[in-house]
Each structure stands twice: as structure tokens, then as C-alpha cells.
């Protein structure tokens, strides 16, 4: 009979994907009554919806991010509405379209006039706190703390607000700080904090790390722990390599060669398992100061990435592997089934809705999203069959803008302008989408459906013209 480890040793070990019963209570089954539950929101960078060991990824090993979907739920359709850093950012925060909430790109401005969750939940009573990356450009980083719309604002303008992975220099609640060491220990450290300051307190927390933007970077001890790892790389990269005009933008960091792309590969995954790793320091510190049992952690990406699939890499485009991303939920008392796992459309525009419906607050009329409670409660008989996605032209890369409908079994995507060719795909069939159809006359019957879907779902979006 396996010997029972205590939840505090099973999360200093992220041991808890492997242990199952062997647990001692890793779960409360229900929330203390009338408790309303804290919120911890870690978002990364660039990590798609495969790169964690829970989604089957043969090489990585996550066992942080393991333990939130072996104890809560992974959403396993999840999306980002645009495939962009700041753009899906400002979506994480608002629960709005791009084209709502005005961040379009990376270098369209935040508006000020934006509300977040975050500010929502402040106002209902809770200690809340914005602590990492916020690449949303202006005149340098919002004063969200000096406003009274956040207690804590911890964030950096480096790089153009990327940050750079050591000694990161940071702003606190509007004044300049230097920093040690390595960006995610250095971000938990003050999450950590927070989450000591916010004890006797409901809290949310939006932890938004730097990893894993390129160029990549991990602390020495990771750096080869893949070296032996048999990689996949897409078949057409390796019969063809990359587009060069899409991606002659990253010609630098190596990935026009079949070495270089693996290695580049290879050290995404070291900064990735680094990160997994140093928030277990934040979950213990949950657990040691008896909060983990009331709050909701929730885990997700900001857009996905392309490794050669399609002979193209980075983001941006329509295709599965660089809007799809992580979504991982724990919420104690709430997931009738820890360890489920949602297949339903999830979208990042719902993080917003579902904070404040978890914390029994109403969700603004403007917000686009829904609350995805239902769906980890198994209760949602109705939901969402499809999403329309939206990319705006990002100065210099080529991408041009474009719009698409993705259902449950297809895609269609239209250029702005047809500057590049319509795209259909049978998801169902053609899961990888490399059979564009939108040309057959065999087809033509689902072309001119999915283009009024998307048609339907832009309108209902707020976006009516044709772009």
C-alpha cells in the first residue's frame, strides 16, 4: 500500500500528478459557507496549449502545472481571440474583443478608460494586486495603483516592456527598483509577498510571467536537460523549411535551420520547466499560510506559437497551434470531478467574466466573454459551438489583417483586402490543416457557410463592415 504524503509534501515535490489516492486530502470538497473565494491568475508568454506534460507532451515535464489539472480541470479547447502579446493581454483584462478595448497591436496604446476585473473586484472588497509583464504601450506603465484601481502594481518597461530575464529592473507602485537574479524567481518572490500582505483579506492575484518569450533563457541548471530529447519538428518544415517573408523577422535567433529550430525548441523548454518549477515556492506559500484551500488558481497562456508548422514561425496567423493555448482551472468545491478534462470552446475574453461570476459579482454588460463556471461545474447544457478570431496588422511583421470563424469541426479564414487566399479546413479530418479547401468546388457549400459564420460572428462581435 503506497505510503501518504502530506498536500505540502506532494506540492514541494510536484509529485501530486502521480500520486492519486496515495494523497491525504488534496482537496477540500467544499468551500466554507458564505467564504468567497480568492483568485490567483498566472499567465505566460508564448506557451501553447501542448507545451505542459498534462496535454502529452513527450519531452516537457510540468508538475506544477500537472497538479492544478490533476486537482481542478484543463480546458482543452481553449483559444486566444488574437494570437498577440499585448492585444491578448488587454483581453485577459477586460473580457473584450481587440477591437473593443483598443490595444489592436503591440504598439497600439492601453486606453485608459479600460475597466479591468481586477479594478471590479477591488471595488467589491478585495485585495488586489498586478505583479509582471505588462507590454501594453503609453506613456510608459498605467499608474493602476496611484488611481486606486489595484493595491499592489508591480510590473517593467524594458525592452519595450518584454523585460529581460535577469536583473530585471522594475517599477513598484510608481517607483523605480532594481532587481536580482532571475525574472520568475523574482516575480514569485513578490507574489509571494502579496499573498502574505493579503492574509485575513479575499485577494486576487494576476501573476503575469515573462517566460517564455524569446530569446529564451533558463537558470544554469536547466540549461541542456534536453539536449538527449527526440524532437518532432513538423513534416513541412523539414521538407521546406520556413517562408522566408514571414519570418525572416526571427532569421537572428537561428530558426531558418533545422539545428538552429531545434535548438531554439529545446530552450523553450528549459525556460518553461524553470518557471514550473519556481512557483512551487507560490503554491507552498498558498498552502503555508492556509489559503489554498479558498482559492481559485487558474493557469493560461497569452497566445500559442508555431514551430514550423506551416513552414512559418511565432504567432499571428489563424492556425491551430498558434491560437490554441493553456487553460488550467483549480477551484476547490466547485469541480465536481477534479482531473476533468473540458473540450468545450473556451476563449481568454471569459477569464474576466469567470473571476467575477466565481466571486458571486455581476459581469458589466460590455464584456464579451462568458463566465466558463458552468463548465467546470458540468452544469453548462448550452454553450458557445464557435468563436470569431481577429488579427490586426502588426508594423514591421507582414501579417496582414485577418478575420476567422473556428467551429467546433471547422475554420475559415478571409485576408484583409484577399492578400492572401481564403482558407477552409475540415478540423474533423484535418486536424493539422493541411489540406486548404477553400478553393474546391466540392466544397463550395461549406465555404459560403463558414464565410456567413464568420460574417454573423463579427457582427456579433461589434464588428459589422467587412474589413
Known amino acids: 500500500m503506497p505510503k501518504k504524503i502530506s498536500r505540502r509534501q506532494a506540492i514541494k515535490t510536484g509529485a501530486l500528478a502521480g500520486v492519486g489516492a496515495a494523497l491525504a486530502s488534496p482537496l477540500p470538497t467544499k468551500a466554507a459557507a458564505g467564504q468567497r473565494p480568492n483568485f490567483l491568475f498566472i499567465l505566460t508568454d508564448d506557451q501553447r496549449y501542448d507545451a505542459l506534460s498534462a496535454a502529452g507532451n513527450s519531452v516537457l515535464t510540468t508538475p506544477n502545472m500537472d497538479w492544478i489539472a490533476k486537482t481542478g480541470a484543463r480546458l482543452s479547447n481553449a483559444f486566444a481571440t488574437t494570437s498577440l502579446c499585448s492585444p491578448s493581454r488587454a483581453c485577459f483584462?477586460?473580457?473584450?474583443?481587440?477591437?473593443?478595448?483598443?490595444?489592436?497591436?503591440?504598439?497600439?496604446?492601453?486606453?485608459?478608460?479600460?475597466?479591468?476585473f481586477l479594478?471590479?473586484?477591488?471595488?467589491?472588497?478585495?485585495?488586489?494586486?498586478?505583479?509582471?509583464?505588462?507590454?501594453?504601450?503609453?506613456?510608459?506603465l498605467p499608474d493602476l495603483a496611484g488611481q486606486g484601481k489595484v493595491d499592489r502594481f508591480i510590473s517593467f518597461t524594458a525592452v519595450g516592456g518584454q523585460g529581460v530575464y535577469?536583473?530585471?529592473?522594475?517599477?513598484?507602485?510608481?517607483?523605480?527598483?532594481?532587481?536580482?537574479?532571475?525574472?520568475?524567481?523574482?516575480?514569485?518572490?513578490?507574489?509571494?509577498?502579496?499573498?502574505?500582505?493579503a492574509q485575513g483579506?479575499?485577494?486576487?492575484?494576476?501573476?503575469?510571467?515573462?517566460?517564455?518569450?524569446?530569446?529564451?533563457?533558463a537558470p544554469e541548471k536547466y540549461r541542456g536537460i534536453y539536449d538527449q530529447a527526440e524532437l518532432n519538428l513538423p513534416a513541412e518544415y523539414l521538407a521546406k523549411g520556413l517562408k522566408w517573408k514571414y519570418s525572416s523577422q526571427h532569421q537572428?535567433?537561428?530558426?531558418?535551420?533545422?539545428?538552429?529550430?531545434?535548438?531554439?525548441?529545446?530552450?523553450?523548454?528549459?525556460?518553461?520547466?524553470a518557471l514550473d518549477d519556481s512557483v512551487t515556492r507560490v503554491f507552498e506559500q498558498l498552502d503555508r499560510l492556509k489559503l489554498i484551500d479558498n482559492t481559485v488558481v487558474i493557469w493560461a497562456g497569452d497566445n500559442g506559437f508555431l514551430w514550423g508548422e506551416h513552414n512559418l514561425v511565432d504567432k499571428r496567423f489563424a492556425y491551430e497551434e498558434s491560437i490554441r493555448i493553456p487553460l488550467l482551472v483549480r477551484a476547490p468545491g466547485i469541480i465536481p470531478n477534479p482531473g476533468a478534462n473540458i473540450d468545450r470552446i473556451t476563449l481568454n475574453i471569459d477569464l474576466a467574466p469567470s473571476i467575477l461570476?466565481?466571486?458571486?459579482?455581476?459581469m458589466p454588460s460590455d464584456m464579451q466573454g462568458r463566465s466558463f463556471k458552468p463548465l467546470l461545474q458540468g452544469k453548462a447544457?448550452?454553450?458557445?459551438?464557435?468563436?470569431?478570431y481577429e488579427y490586426f496588422y502588426d508594423p514591421p511583421f507582414p501579417v496582414p489583417t485577418l478575420f476567422a470563424a473556428r467551429t467546433e469541426d471547422m475554420k475559415y479564414i478571409r485576408y484583409e483586402n484577399d492578400k492572401l487566399p481564403k482558407e477552409l479546413y475540415l478540423l474533423k479530418s484535418d486536424p493539422r490543416e493541411?489540406?486548404?479547401?477553400?478553393?474546391?468546388?466540392?466544397?463550395?457549400?461549406?465555404?459560403?457557410?463558414?464565410?456567413?459564420?464568420?460574417?454573423?460572428?463579427?457582427?456579433?462581435?461589434?464588428?459589422?463592415?467587412?474589413?
Open 93 to 116: 483584462l477586460t473580457g473584450k474583443y481587440a477591437h473593443s478595448h483598443g490595444v489592436t497591436n503591440n504598439i497600439t496604446p492601453w486606453q485608459e478608460h479600460n475597466v479591468t
Open 119 to 140: 479594478e471590479l473586484l477591488k471595488r467589491a472588497g478585495y485585495f488586489t494586486g498586478f505583479i509582471g509583464k505588462w507590454h501594453m504601450p503609453g506613456r510608459g
Open 166 to 197: 535577469w536583473d530585471c529592473p522594475m517599477v513598484a507602485n510608481g517607483k523605480s527598483i532594481s532587481t536580482r537574479g532571475y525574472v520568475a524567481d523574482v516575480l514569485n518572490d513578490f507574489a509571494m509577498d502579496f499573498l502574505r500582505e
Open 201 to 217: 483579506k479575499n485577494f486576487c492575484l494576476y501573476l503575469a510571467h515573462k517566460t517564455c518569450h524569446a530569446p529564451f533563457s
Open 252 to 273: 537572428a535567433s537561428g530558426f531558418m535551420r533545422k539545428a538552429g529550430m531545434e535548438a531554439e525548441l529545446k530552450k523553450y523548454y528549459e525556460t518553461l520547466k
Open 357 to 362: 461570476d466565481l466571486a458571486g459579482l455581476p
Open 381 to 388: 447544457a448550452a454553450w458557445r459551438t464557435g468563436f470569431f
Open 434 to 467: 493541411q489540406l486548404n479547401l477553400a478553393a474546391d468546388h466540392k466544397y463550395g457549400a461549406q465555404k459560403s457557410r463558414m464565410a456567413d459564420e464568420l460574417d454573423r460572428l463579427r457582427e456579433a462581435a461589434g464588428l459589422s463592415r467587412k474589413r
